[in-house]
T-cell receptor
Framework: GAVVSQHPSWVICKSGTSVKIECRSL??????MFWYRQFPKQSLMLMAT?????????EQGVEKDKFLINHASLTLSTLTVTSAHPEDSSFYIC??????????FGPGTRLTVT | KQEVTQIPAALSVPEGENLVLNCSFT??????LQWFRQDPGKGLTSLLL?????REQTSGRLNASLDKSSGRSTLYIAASQPGDSATYLC??????????FGKGTRLSVIA
């Protein structure tokens, strides 16, 4: 089956620093990748939709200047949390779709901002 | 705007019991529906994917049904085991669009 990886799996950073999270589709080309955020005991909330070679589409309430998304190739999308603050601490999950429209999810990245 | 509701929010059952988790969605124009499992602090594990043209899918002790016209899906777990304890998420897609998730059902299977 299709595999999506995320790196790192967990990261701790100081307030004010930036953190980059990578999402890779390992054995298929992903035309679209999605970034979700999940707070404790909450469901997944979509942050943005990313298509290769174009600008990401952000959901209402998500700051595009704070959460920078780059989708440079059909197998890699990155999410950079800039000037992170403790309220950005969350579980970030990406997913990728191929032609079947089934979404394959990465294992998630737990971000803790101190 | 699509909304997905899952009932119950939490469920505790003794080992061996059969159980049903419910999912409803407001817009029946979906492409597919997926059921996921999430263990605490972990990512999502896809359990079953039902295309809009299908009525049900089965995998081992799991059976998912879809009634697209009424906006409902159920996940049936037979002979539950303590290892089935997790949060179960239902999500719908309208094609190459983001999945819309329910809030999940937290299942505890007591040995």
């Amino acid at each position: 089956g299709a595999v999506v990886s995320q790196h790192p799996s967990w990261v701790i950073c100081k307030s004010g620093t930036s953190v980059k999270i990578e999402c890779r589709s390992l054995d298929f080309q992903a035309t679209t990748m999605f970034w979700y955020r999940q707070f404790p005991k909450q469901s997944l909330m979509l942050m943005a939709t990313s298509n290769e070679g174009s600008k990401a589409t952000y959901e209402q309430g998500v700051e595009k200047d704070k959460f920078l998304i780059n989708h440079a190739s059909l197998t890699l999308s990155t999410l950079t949390v800039t000037s992170a603050h403790p309220e950005d601490s969350s579980f970030y999950i990406c997913s990728a779709t191929a032609t079947s429209y089934e979404q394959y999810f990465g294992p998630g990245t737990r971000l803790t901002v101190t | 705007k699509q909304e997905v509701t899952q009932i119950p929010a939490a469920l505790s059952v003794p080992e061996g019991e059969n159980l049903v988790l419910n999912c409803s969605f407001t817009d029946s124009a979906i492409y597919n529906l997926q059921w996921f499992r999430q263990d605490p602090g972990k990512g999502l594990t896809s359990l079953l994917l039902i295309q809009s043209s299908q009525r049900e899918q089965t995998s081992g002790r799991l059976n998912a049904s879809l009634d697209k016209s009424s906006g409902r899906s159920t996940l049936y777990i037979a002979a539950s085991q303590p290892g089935d304890s997790a949060t179960y998420l239902c999500a719908v897609s309208s094609g190459n669009t983001p999945l819309v998730f329910g809030k999940g059902t937290r299942l505890s299977v007591i040995a």
